[in-house]
């Protein structure tokens, strides 16, 4: 016997949808406006010439020509580069660092209030706080870091005129500043995993570091996963240490793109080659997002409230 | 007060699973009917369609005779109480049972009055300024029970309410329901899987399995004429006993036949044709330990569980299978593990079943 | 023994994170002679110089009180407007409500540089360049996604028996949501908040790009662009510094524990 569906429920149904939509609306709206419109905008003014500092142009459609240039533009690659090795030694060493943070808490277990704030400061504090701050610890001639270089008897490099040693206290800021965040999502990981795995190991002889190895490592997998993407994509788009530390000095050796693009943009005008950037920003972010979640398994993303 | 009927309704989800399918049910202005089942027999989900919770696929929901399918449940004006009692942990007792008096907008003064007058009868006015958290579980039930009465809606609806209960509570509680609802005389929908629960209270019990009515009647003729085989097992501890055999021309008379036993059929009329498979169903009660040769079958005594005013015998029968025989025997009888017996069964409480069908076809002059 | 070794690494890590922000405290009360001449661990004199020139000369309570402003309104605007959007998306039955999430998650996902210059260009439509709402909407892009996703998860693991306990005791939709749905929800809505507070207060970019004089600046910016008549006044920043991050401290100090909570709900960014 085929069951005939019924109109919606018609009155109740019906109200139900419109409370719905009431209440989702404002927030939906102000999305649309602030954040939907603006994205459509981007890309398509990234097909536009639209250079502010030369109005006379106008603002005509020249299709992907921002993009091929972007694509022969030594400074976008340079930036690029930066940006990538940037984030590759970044991410690698927070997320050996939050490792070793994450386990150490989980052993530590009555780590206490005193301890869990301290560990979080640096991730609650403005990202140009942390800049000035490990600014000032290297700053030339007579910062911390040099003092204590030189007192090892070392000659240590004039930081932030050094295209290579300038990148020192910028991976060293960044790291200081995430590590507690990547820390606490594989503490929650962690926290996680059945005490009684280790029993039945060290019943079974596994010493310590065989035990990280085969239990803790595996389990693990799924909050590596999400920390290492989230932190590769926030890597990515690094912008305020760079220009507060450097401002993509000297000349550009530590520009990121995001800088890149922030000059493009807001110093140079240049709105629509601006916008052709963001959209490759976007689209490279995006792509390895998507390249991450599928080499490692959706599952890391399922959401446990549903 | 209410009549509450269900017309032809299913209910299909998203996902494809049906949970009720076609279900025709009338329940009687004052009567509590019992929806008793197996889990996933539906039951819940025909409790939640009454209550306005969910909404049919297909079908009506009617009470006192208006349609209200499309009605929700807040005006729906019955009460229910949760398996989990949903006592809102945020408000005193106090506040939970004036919670649906003032939602009407009832005066304050009315409402005071008729929450005292609940936890009055409750007992449990020591508790109305404590919050949920600071209650037991049968203090919370209570307080559950009390939150549906205040609001003297039309009908009750209870989903399992005794099972989160301690198992030395229940019966207890279980014994203040049946008061309550002849205090109160309003109509009750209960939903259980256990079959004591749906014997003890139910003015009529519906058993349901796989979204659909089994058989709906008072509890004693579910019990004394189980409409199917499913019925016949469900209902009554230990289960009945069930076996397969052919219903044969024997003589001048018919018999139920099986490698194990023969069983005399004269004057039962059973509605099948001879040679046809039937199940024939003989619950432990019915069967009788008795001296060698005077029986229908004999079989080996593989457990022995004394339960205290009885004791259950299992048999291994040659012929009928796997399945023990379940025979119920006195407390005091000698009977040890190892021993081998006749038993007999009473002719007049046999049960036969259609082996195709499962449906009951045997029809016993008086019963 | 182990636990021993670990508590000892525990402490050294703990000093390595503290370290800085130690560093920078000591040097916002040392005087400027002594601020790059043979750093010490222990400082040998103390000095309120720098905090006097901030609030001073250089009226940092100005940049102070616009951060608390755009802060305080975004989190209102985020927690409110989005709390009932993540009641709706989590509870209500409704067609298009994946495809809402969805969306919801994408413009998340889509990063800030992105929309700067399409957002410089409307809000300059608008008028609304070096204003407060000029601020608040664009901060809404970030602060909205993150209320919404938080608060559905969060929604989602309350029992729903007890709105259907509302509903059968005779309470519409609205009264359920309004008295029972929202008291029970204050952890998840004070997560909401403290992430939205600190996230707005410690925004950047946007607030760079949108304001353009200090009398709107945020604290973030504003000390980012001190300039010193012959050098930086690294002492003035390093003060700007540690007043920036007293109440950040402070939050965090209070809420730790909902901090962690939501930030590992699987739902956020860093």
Partial sequence: ?306 | MAAIALKRVSKVYPTGQTAVRDLTLEIVNGELLVLLGPSGSGKSTVLRLIAGLETPTSGQVLIDGRDVTLVPPPRRDLAMVFQSYALYPHKSVRENLAFGLRVRGVDAARVDARVRETATALDIEALLERRPAQLSGGQRQRVALGRAIVREPKAFLFDEPLSNLDPTLRAGTRTELALLHRRLATTMVYVTHDQEEAMTLGTRVAVMRAGAIEQVAPALEVFRRPANTFVARFIGSPAMNLWACTCARVGDGRHLVSPAFSIDLTGIDVAVPDGAGVYVGVRPHDIDIVPNGEGNGAGGVEIVEPLGPVTVVHLRVGGLGDDFVRVVVPADSRIEVGDRVTFRVRPDRLHVFDARTGQRVIDQHGR | MRARGWALVTALLVVAILFPLYWAVIASFTPDSRLFASPSLVPRALVLDHYRALFGGRDFWTPVRNSLVVAGATTVLSVGLGGICAYALARLRFRGKAPVLAFVLAVSMFPQMSIVSPLYLLLRELRLLNTYPGLVLPYLTFAMPLTIWLLVGFFRQLPPELEEAGLMDGAGRLRTLWEIVLPLSWPGLATSAILTFLYSWNEFLFALSFTLGPERYTVPVAITLFRGQYQVPWGQILAAAVVATVPVAAIVLVAERRIVAGLTSGAVKG
């Fill in chain 1, 1 to 306: 016997m085929t069951a005939s569906p019924r109109p919606a429920g018609a009155s109740w149904r019906r109200s139900e949808t419109r409370l719905g939509w009431a209440l989702a609306l404002p927030a939906l709206g102000v999305i649309g406006l602030v954040a939907l419109f603006p994205i459509l905008w981007t890309f398509w003014e990234s097909l536009h010439l639209h250079d502010l500092r030369m109005p006379w142009l106008g603002r005509p459609f020249i299709g992907a020509a921002n993009y091929v240039e972007a694509l022969s533009d030594g400074r976008f690659w340079n930036a690029l580069a930066n940006t990538a090795a940037f984030a590759g030694v970044a991410v690698t060493l927070e997320l050996v660092g939050g490792l070793v943070l994450a386990l150490a808490l989980h052993r530590v277990s009555r780590a206490g209030r005193l301890v869990r704030t301290a560990v979080l400061l640096p991730w609650a504090i403005p990202t140009v706080v942390a800049a000035l701050v490990w600014r000032f610890m290297f700053e030339s001639p007579a910062g911390l870091a040099t003092g204590v270089l030189e007192r090892l008897g070392a000659t240590p490099p004039t930081w932030f005129a050094d295209a290579l040693a300038a990148w020192v206290p910028l991976v060293l800021a960044d790291v200081w500043k995430t590590t507690p965040f990547v820390a606490l999502l594989l503490l929650a990981g962690l926290q996680t995993i059945d005490r009684s795995l280790y029993e039945a190991a060290d019943v079974d002889g596994a010493g310590p570091w065989r035990q990280f190895l085969e239990i803790t490592l595996p389990l693990l997998r799924p909050a590596l996963v999400v920390a290492v993407l989230f932190r590769a994509l926030d890597a990515f788009r690094v912008f305020d240490i760079v220009y507060v530390m450097t401002g993509g000095g000297p000349g550009t050796a530590t520009e990121s793109i995001a800088l890149y693009t922030f000059s493009t943009l807001l110093r140079n005008l240049r709105f629509g080659f601006g916008s052709a950037l963001s959209v490759i920003v976007f689209a490279v972010a995006f792509l390895c997002a998507l390249a991450g979640i599928r080499m490692f398994g959706a599952s890391a993303f399922q959401d446990r409230s549903a």
